[in-house]
């Protein structure tokens, strides 16, 4: 890529697409609501390979050329300016996201690439409350990015073929395998994965085995590398009830939130980023 990558959102995944596009050489604008709040997002990323230098994981040189290529700035006309691809990267919620899409193609240039990191949120319902039907692309990255090797390109009915052919340009750029998938509510990745969170969660409810041992059959009976409730805690359980709710509200009554589910996030025990969800966690994202 000749011009400069922008991710909207210096959030978990917005940290780690950052960390992922400049390891693989490309220049990254990495952007907040203000310099500040880009510029802390910047911090955590360089603290990422300060440390992987320090555990002898990264080349001094190499983080110091990836660092090179990370810079924040405030969202606005001018951080659009030089730009090839904006990835919005901002929690799940529509409206949010609808109103920066927006922005960014009136402020952008007519031909930059704009995607939607959401995992779950419908694409062409992202695309209309933008007015940007027909150019929008889903473009579901995995967190840690810079480990994880497929990106999801969801693609609503009558999307121009040039960009889905640049998203996944991008995809490839990032070292990712692309798996291009029709647009629907939770894809297709969230709906499979969110099906054994769920299954998981009730049968620890039911008493059936601990969450441990769950896990445990997943991890060393189908060598998943996480079991589906520590997946649960990872992902955050707030954000697999808003996507389970999403699906019930569209007729899908299959994905009827557990109780036990319910209870978690009604007490604010959602996962890693509280401490406390299925498992205890540390503030480093390490089961305790």
Same mark, same amino acid.
């Given at each position: 890529m000749t011009r400069a990558l922008g991710i909207l959102g210096p959030g978990v995944l917005g940290r780690s697409a950052a960390q992922a596009a400049a390891e693989c050489?490309?220049?990254v604008h990495l952007l907040g609501r203000d310099l500040g709040h880009a510029a802390a997002g910047v911090a955590a990323v360089n603290h990422r390979w300060d440390r992987a230098v320090a555990l002898g994981r990264m080349a001094p040189a190499?983080?110091?050329?990836?660092?090179?290529?990370?810079?924040p700035a405030a969202f606005g006309p001018e951080a659009l300016e030089g730009l090839s691809a904006l990835l919005e990267a901002l929690p799940e919620a529509p409206d949010p996201k609808a109103r920066v899409l927006a922005a960014a193609a009136q402020w952008g240039d007519p031909d930059l690439l704009?995607?939607?990191g959401t995992s779950s949120l419908p694409i062409s319902d992202l695309a209309r409350r933008a007015e940007l039907e027909g150019r929008?692309?889903?473009?579901?990255?995995?967190?840690?990015?810079?480990?994880? @090797?497929? *990106?999801?390109?969801?693609?609503?009915?009558?999307? %121009?073929?040039?960009?889905?052919?640049?998203?996944?340009?991008? &995809? +490839?750029?990032?070292g990712k395998r692309v798996v291009q998938v029709r647009d629907q509510p939770g894809f297709a990745a969230a709906r499979m994965a969110l099906a054994q969170g769920l299954e998981a969660m009730r049968l620890l409810?039911?008493?059936?085995?601990?969450?441990?041992?769950?896990?445990?059959?997943?991890?060393?009976g189908y060598g998943h590398p996480v079991g589906p409730l520590?997946?649960?805690?990872?992902?955050?359980?707030?954000?697999?009830?808003?996507?389970?709710? @999403?699906? *019930?509200?569209?007729g899908e009554s299959r994905f009827q %939130?557990?109780?036990?589910?319910?209870?978690?996030?009604?007490? &604010? +025990?959602?996962?890693?980023?509280?401490?406390?969800?299925?498992?205890a966690w540390d503030g480093q994202g390490r089961r305790c």
């Open positions: 050489g490309l220049t190499a983080a110091a050329e990836a660092a090179g290529r990370l810079a704009l995607l939607s929008l692309v889903g473009f579901h990255l995995f967190v840690p990015v810079p480990r994880m @090797g497929v *990106v999801e390109l969801a693609v609503p009915v009558g999307t %121009a073929a040039t960009w889905v052919t640049r998203a996944r340009s991008l &995809g +490839e750029a990032l409810e039911a008493g059936v085995a601990s969450a441990e041992d769950l896990d445990a059959l997943m991890t060393l520590e997946l649960s805690d990872r992902v955050g359980l707030d954000l697999r009830l808003r996507i389970a709710e @999403g699906l *019930v509200g569209s %939130a557990p109780a036990l589910l319910l209870a978690h996030v009604a007490e &604010g +025990e959602t996962g890693t980023r509280s401490g406390q969800g299925f498992f």
